[in-house]
Antibody, heavy 121, light 111 residues
Framework: EVQLVESGGDLVQPGGSLRLSCAAS????????MNWVRQAPGKGLEWVSY????????YYADSVKGRFTISRDNAKNSLYLQMTSLRNEDTAVYYC??????????????WGQGALVTVSS | QSVLTQPPSVSGAPGQRVTISCTGS?????????VQWYQQVPGAAPKLLMY???NRPSGVPDRVSGSKSGTSASLAITGLQTEDEADYYC???????????FGGGTKLTVL
């Protein structure tokens, strides 16, 4: 059974930093691209970042570019999101999500339960 | 403002049929990119409900169906049940933005 379990969510002050982790199990982690997707309270879904299987192909949403860093450790079956210069508007539940993509089809087939990040003074 | 446009809410009585629309543009759905749908029950993570416009993942009942035409897509649920009450999000890829894009979500209420 595919499982994705996020951890590291917390209350942090504006300008602060936080690192989220996502532990994967039930599939060969190193064979799959991964993503972070977030959801602000009462709002919709927003894609945040993507990382390829080897960790070399990386994309970010404009809203987090230069502040967030995605990484992975295939030996530990883990995905990470290092967040710096946090803003109030970064307050959200952050989900890690397994990626599927082909020429015309891009989607997330499995999601974790989410980690709540609250940015507030 | 979401790149894909969904109605904020839809409702129906148990046993009825409802549809949720998702309208995009020539840089996403209209460009040929497939549409996916996710179901999110309150307090839970999103779950893939439909992929590749009209394909159901294992475990999704056949009373749920999807379609795509031009720059729009639709999700239909027949034989509504109370357990269908949730938020539904459409998703595609936008070639101009070079990112995955979501609709704003539709809250389905079973009356």
């Amino acid at each position: 059974e595919v499982q994705l379990v996020e951890s590291g969510g917390d209350l942090v002050q504006p300008g602060g930093s936080l690192r989220l982790s996502c532990a994967a199990s039930g599939f060969t982690f190193s064979n799959y691209n991964m993503n972070w997707v977030r959801q602000a309270p009462g709002k919709g879904l927003e894609w945040v970042s993507y990382i390829g299987t080897g960790g070399y192909t990386i994309y970010y949403a404009d809203s987090v570019k230069g502040r967030f860093t995605i990484s992975r450790d295939n030996a530990k079956n883990s995905l990470y999101l290092q967040m710096t210069s946090l803003r109030n508007e970064d307050t959200a539940v952050y989900y890690c999500a397994r990626d599927y993509r082909s020429s015309w089809r891009y989607y997330f087939d499995y999601w974790g339960q989410g980690a709540l990040v609250t940015v507030s003074s | 403002q979401s790149v894909l446009t969904q109605p904020p809410s839809v409702s129906g009585a148990p046993g009825q049929r409802v549809t949720i629309s998702c309208t995009g543009s020539s840089s996403n759905i209209g460009a040929g990119y497939d549409v996916q749908w996710y179901q999110q029950v309150p307090g839970a993570a999103p779950k893939l409900l439909m992929y590749g416009n009209d394909n159901r993942p294992s475990g999704v009942p056949d009373r749920v169906s999807g379609s795509k035409s031009g720059t729009s897509a639709s999700l239909a649920i027949t034989g509504l049940q109370t357990e269908d009450e949730a938020d539904y999000y459409c998703q595609s890829y936008d070639v101009s933005l070079s990112t995955v894009v979501f609709g704003g979500g539709t809250k389905l209420t079973v009356l």
